[in-house]
């Protein structure tokens, strides 16, 4: 069984939003947390403002695209592993000082 993980962050502090080398900590963290590893990154800073952090990570993949003119945030969290909790959306929502969040959970079933 895989796990993909949603989150979508609202009412997120817009300069952590738009900050890079905070959102690759922020995702490097989660990642580490979830006992994975990246395999390789890719991010990029849009002009004026936002921030696409993806990484391919041992476990499968993980994605952060930020959107400081809307203080939103969206999260992709896909893993083969048991290891995507609850506890990994709380921490992304306290570290991007959202102040409201909605998660969902999808249970990919590999056969």
Known sequence: MASQLFVDLYDCDAAVLDDLERVKMIAREAIRDIQAEIVEECVHKF?????TYIAVITTSHF??????EHNYAA?????????????????????????????????????
Do not use: N, Y
Not at 47 to 51: A, F, Q, R, V
Not at 63 to 68: A, E, G, L, Q, V
Not at 77 to 103: N, T, W, Y
């Open 63 to 68: 994605s952060i695209h930020t959107w400081p």
């Open 75 to 111: 999260i992709d969290i896909f893993s083969c592993s048991e290891q995507v909790p609850e506890q990994i959306a709380h921490q992304l929502e306290k570290a991007f000082g959202a102040k409201r969040r909605v998660v969902r959970e999808f249970e990919r079933e590999i056969m």
């Open 47 to 51: 002009e004026p403002i936002g921030i």
